[in-house]
């Protein structure tokens, strides 16, 4: 093993006897190291200790296909670049380009080669042209493959180490228990150069679970996350974390050893010498989501998957009741941990985060006006039969279209309420691009594709994009323009670092409000967001505004004086009151 200190080497051995207790630990340990830091990488001789130092107030992130802009002339991922100098430049810093691997289906992950980009969209010097000038995350698709990934073929043709790579179980395994996020059969039979098999497929039959059992699967996985380093990664994505250890007659979700894989991941991390995020994607309830952060030794971040859902029912119902009560319960993130917070992304707005949080009928509310407004409903399915709603298709600024109540002319101030008051929580934020040009529900693409899920992947072509924004009574104008100022206004307020001070206020159930305070306690905002069409009033003294401070609304420039009898909101507006400004 290359020189580590004793630290590290006893928690590296640890973790092994946790994952594979009938490995030989030691040579594993080697095997784990020599390919993490292959000859020529170097690694801290001390692992970094938690702390908020990490991001900052500055830090926003853009959520992107390598290929949502294209113009059938340049390389997309070239014409993103453009887009993120031109459009986000000085306001948003960051950028996830999802899956950019060749790939078979789900729009990228069913990977078929990790170590290649996809020559349609460019090429590593791509990726790393990106990654030079923003911070870049990636996809680490750890859960499975394609179907016709040389690695399945490999296995399907009995050849070392790929015979034993992917998880086999039979039509007669008691997998009553599982739990999936889809419907299909969960075996797939595949014929084999050693007979019949049955492989374990979670999301779909093009894409085939991978066996960690077998340590030569993580030793691989290992490879991969230390090429995407070499090539300007910051943060690895790992996508469906959750499922990636299976034991015949469990749940097969959130098992020990997934979590004792995350904690080396982190370890391996803390002493690399690149700063690295680790990012855990679990769509699920959020207690089982926050259990990713560990102690502190797992994910630096964690997807605030409940977010969503809750924000979704806020703006249609006209009350944050419900987010009032799920935040005020909320756990800040542990010291060197983060939520990532955002809306919308490139899959739907999932709903197992969402249970026992909103009633059933709430929930049906919400399905049946996403319906309403062009949308689509993905089921999963439940353990010992039957199906539930998983996620709803649309896309963000579709569905801020309307209330339950129908729709009305309040699209855009209350699609900018969902967004500002995501701005506002604790964590960073992160916009999926089509949020920020507030693309609609592109129903030409679920015709297209069969799939309910590119309704909310569009693919824009960069000049009708461009004349959009050009237009400033464009809609997609309005919105990006009116984003970018409410995300340059946050990254200027120490008030807003991920980890400041959060304490939920409770006040009219139309107001969402916050009460955020910097780490050094000079600088209090007072984050206020009315999700409803109503004029409402609330009296300072019910927020705590210190009479002979300067209290100013950051997003308006209007002074506030805690001697008047009220604060007012026109609907969805947002107010930021803040003591610095």
């Given at each position: 093993?290359?020189?580590?200190d004793?630290?590290?080497?006893?928690?590296?051995?640890?973790l092994?006897?946790?994952i594979y207790?009938?490995?030989d630990?030691s040579a594993?340990?080697v095997?784990?190291t020599?390919?993490?830091?292959?000859?020529?990488?170097?690694?801290?001789?001390?692992?970094?200790?938690p702390?908020?130092?990490?991001?900052?107030?500055?830090?926003a992130?853009v959520?992107?296909?390598g290929n949502?802009?294209?113009?059938?002339?340049?390389?997309?991922?070239d014409?993103?670049?453009d887009?993120?100098?031109?459009?986000?430049?000085?306001?948003v810093n960051?950028?996830?380009?999802?899956p950019?691997?060749p790939?078979?289906s789900d729009d990228?992950f069913?990977?078929t080669d990790?170590r290649?980009?996809?020559?349609v969209?460019g090429?590593?010097?791509d990726?790393?042209?990106?990654g030079?000038?923003?911070?870049?995350?990636s996809d680490?698709?750890l859960?499975h493959?394609?179907?016709?990934?040389t690695?399945f073929?490999?296995?399907?043709?009995?050849?070392?180490?790929?015979?034993?790579?992917?998880?086999?179980?039979?039509?007669?395994?008691?997998?009553?228990d599982?739990?999936r996020?889809?419907?299909?059969?969960?075996l797939?039979?595949v014929e084999t150069s050693?007979g019949?098999r049955?492989?374990?497929c979670?999301f779909?039959?093009d894409?085939?679970?991978?066996?960690?059992r077998?340590p030569e699967?993580?030793?691989?996985?290992?490879?991969?996350?230390?090429?995407?380093i070499?090539n300007?990664?910051r943060?690895l994505?790992l996508?469906?974390?959750?499922f990636i250890?299976?034991?015949?007659?469990?749940?097969?979700?959130?098992?020990p050893?997934?979590?004792?894989?995350?904690?080396?991941?982190?370890?391996?991390?803390?002493?690399a010498s690149?700063?690295l995020?680790?990012l855990?994607e679990?769509?699920?309830?959020?207690q089982?989501?926050l259990?990713?952060?560990?102690?502190r030794?797992?994910a630096h971040?964690?997807?605030?998957?409940?977010?969503?859902?809750l924000?979704?029912h806020a703006?249609?119902?006209?009350t944050?009741?419900n987010?009032?009560?799920?935040?005020?319960s909320m756990?800040?993130?542990q010291?060197?941990?983060?939520y990532?917070?955002?809306?919308a992304s490139?899959?739907g707005i999932g709903?197992?985060?969402?249970?026992g949080?909103?009633n059933p009928?709430?929930t049906a509310q919400?399905?049946e006006?996403?319906?309403s407004?062009?949308?689509?409903?993905s089921?999963?399915?439940l353990?010992?039969g039957g199906?539930?709603?998983y996620?709803?298709n649309i896309t963000w600024?579709s569905?801020?279209?309307?209330?339950?109540?129908g729709?009305d002319g309040?699209?855009?101030?209350r699609?900018?309420t969902?967004q500002?008051?995501v701005?506002a929580?604790?964590?960073?934020?992160?916009?999926y691009?089509?949020?920020?040009?507030?693309t609609?529900?592109d129903?030409?693409?679920v015709?297209k594709?069969g799939?309910n899920?590119a309704?909310?992947?569009?693919?824009?072509?960069?000049?009708e994009?461009?004349?959009?924004?050009s237009d400033?009574q464009?809609?997609h104008?309005?919105?990006?323009?009116e984003?970018?100022?409410?995300i340059?206004i946050?990254?200027?307020q120490?008030g807003f670092?991920?980890?400041?001070t959060?304490?939920?206020?409770?006040?009219?159930?139309?107001?969402?409000?916050?009460?955020?305070?910097?780490?050094d306690?000079?600088?209090?905002?007072?984050?206020?967001?009315?999700?409803?069409?109503?004029?409402?009033?609330i009296?300072?003294f019910?927020i705590?505004?210190?009479e002979?401070?300067d209290?100013?609304?950051?997003?308006s420039?209007e002074e506030?004086d805690?001697a008047d009898?009220?604060?007012r909101?026109a609907p969805?507006?947002?107010r930021?009151?803040?003591?610095?400004a």
């Amino acid at each position: 093993m290359q020189e580590f200190d004793a630290t590290f080497r006893a928690r590296l051995m640890t973790l092994i006897g946790q994952i594979y207790p009938d490995a030989d630990a030691s040579a594993l340990a080697v095997s784990i190291t020599e390919t993490f830091w292959p000859e020529g990488t170097q690694h801290r001789r001390r692992g970094r200790v938690p702390g908020n130092r990490q991001w900052s107030e500055r830090d926003a992130m853009v959520i992107t296909y390598g290929n949502s802009i294209v113009d059938g002339q340049h390389k997309p991922l070239d014409l993103l670049r453009d887009f993120l100098h031109r459009e986000m430049a000085g306001v948003v810093n960051g950028v996830h380009i999802l899956p950019f691997f060749p790939y078979t289906s789900d729009d990228g992950f069913a990977v078929t080669d990790y170590r290649a980009v996809n020559p349609v969209l460019g090429d590593w010097a791509d990726i790393r042209r990106i990654g030079s000038e923003f911070l870049l995350m990636s996809d680490l698709v750890l859960n499975h493959v394609s179907s016709q990934s040389t690695w399945f073929n490999e296995y399907l043709q009995g050849h070392e180490p790929y015979d034993g790579f992917f998880f086999e179980a039979t039509p007669e395994d008691d997998l009553s228990d599982v739990v999936r996020p889809r419907t299909h059969p969960l075996l797939r039979e595949v014929e084999t150069s050693r007979g019949v098999r049955h492989v374990w497929c979670t999301f779909s039959h093009d894409q085939i679970d991978l066996d960690f059992r077998n340590p030569e699967v993580l030793l691989e996985f290992l490879r991969v996350m230390r090429l995407h380093i070499d090539n300007g990664v910051r943060i690895l994505r790992l996508d469906a974390v959750a499922f990636i250890w299976k034991e015949i007659g469990t749940k097969s979700i959130h098992m020990p050893q997934t979590h004792a894989i995350v904690r080396l991941m982190r370890l391996l991390a803390d002493f690399a010498s690149e700063p690295l995020i680790l990012l855990t994607e679990t769509n699920v309830p959020n207690q089982e989501n926050l259990s990713y952060f560990g102690n502190r030794n797992e994910a630096h971040a964690v997807y605030n998957f409940t977010l969503p859902p809750l924000v979704l029912h806020a703006m249609m119902a006209g009350t944050a009741k419900n987010l009032i009560r799920w935040q005020g319960s909320m756990p800040p993130a542990q010291l060197g941990c983060a939520y990532l917070n955002f809306t919308a992304s490139h899959d739907g707005i999932g709903m197992r985060p969402a249970e026992g949080i909103l009633n059933p009928e709430e929930t049906a509310q919400v399905i049946e006006t996403v319906r309403s407004l062009g949308g689509r409903v993905s089921m999963r399915a439940l353990p010992g039969g039957g199906e539930s709603p998983y996620e709803l298709n649309i896309t963000w600024f579709s569905a801020m279209k309307g209330t339950f109540a129908g729709e009305d002319g309040y699209q855009i101030p209350r699609f900018l309420t969902s967004q500002t008051l995501v701005m506002a929580l604790e964590g960073i934020p992160a916009f999926y691009i089509h949020s920020l040009v507030a693309t609609s529900n592109d129903l030409e693409g679920v015709e297209k594709s069969g799939h309910n899920r590119a309704i909310n992947r569009h693919r824009w072509d960069y000049g009708e994009l461009q004349a959009h924004l050009s237009d400033p009574q464009n809609d997609h104008a309005i919105v990006l323009e009116e984003m970018k100022r409410r995300i340059d206004i946050r990254r200027r307020q120490r008030g807003f670092h991920p980890n400041a001070t959060q304490f939920t206020l409770q006040l009219d159930h139309r107001i969402f409000g916050l009460w955020r305070q910097s780490l050094d306690r000079d600088q209090s905002i007072f984050a206020l967001h009315n999700v409803s069409a109503d004029e409402v009033e609330i009296e300072p003294f019910a927020i705590n505004l210190i009479e002979g401070e300067d209290w100013v609304d950051l997003l308006s420039g209007e002074e506030i004086d805690p001697a008047d009898p009220a604060i007012r909101f026109a609907p969805y507006q947002c107010r930021w009151i803040t003591n610095r400004a």
